[in-house]
């Protein structure tokens, strides 16, 4: 059985556990937390989450487990046959991972934790989560998914750091980011109805007390 190592908390963790979900793929969760031990280390080289072990041994990276599990669990398929529409759904991923979760991310020690933001950083997050929705809305199709019709990998990162980025948005600089794109703001809504991202999501409400206190724990 494959083995999926990560917490519920950490949204690149549960872009793989939802593909798992939906693909109907028997796993177990094994709590696995960042880190640079040696422990750590031996299962991600990066000391990183998400990782999944699998017969031959670990495999790490958001976007390689997803390759590896379409790869090898093909149905029901989340990404297209036509190469160059699976081509537009991987450049989609890659674009809500570089042009707005990461942008979010830098501002999440202010958003989620109590801590502060250099204000600095906090202009340039704003500025390019401002370019990358604007990108988001240009490329998506949000017809009615991401990448059209079909739900695909593209709406795993839509919708686990999206989400994320509205909040800080909200939050920080008093932004609605999705108020020019009814389509995309309607998909997150059923993409978080969808019955396994409510699974996804009661573990993670579960989980963040616990990691809430290993927060306050490092400060």
Known sequence: MLKLYGFSVSNYYNMVKLALLEKGVPFEEVPFYAGQTAEALAVSPRGKVPVLKVEQGFINETSVILEYIEQTQPRPALMPDNAFQRAQVLALCREIELYIELPARSCYAEAFFG??????IKDKAKA????????????GKFAPYVAGESFTIADLYFLYSVDLACAVGGKLFGLDLLAELPKAKALLKTLQEMPSAQRVAADKDAAMPTFMAMIAAKK
């Open 128 to 139: 390019e989560l401002l370019l990358g929705i604007a990108s988001l809305g240009r490329h």
């Open 115 to 120: 801590m502060s933001v250099p204000e600095a």
